[in-house]
């Protein structure tokens, strides 16, 4: 199913931006995906701090403390 939302979104040529919060290896099943943002958590805090991020009120900095096999993701 998420597959599917992801495929007809991308086909209306907009730009799709994937959010995750506890960890991301779903992006090992979305190959098609250019923009991804993973919070790396479940709480509240990690909520926020996505959010901030989309609507630029902070920067997205950091790296992947995992691995994701099939992805550009490395573990830095």
Do not use: K
């Not at 919060?21 to 923009?35: Q, R, S």
């Not at 989309?54 to 691995?67: D, I, K, R, Y």
């Amino acid at each position: 199913m998420r597959a599917q939302v992801l495929e007809a979104l991308q086909a209306r040529d907009e730009r799709v931006l994937v959010v995750a919060l506890p960890d991301p290896y779903e992006l090992a099943e979305m190959p098609n995906v250019t923009d991804y943002l993973c919070a790396f958590g479940q709480r509240w805090c990690s909520v926020e701090a996505a959010a901030a991020v989309l609507f630029g009120e902070a920067t997205a900095s950091g790296t992947s403390p995992v691995s994701v096999p099939g992805t550009g993701v490395r573990a830095g």
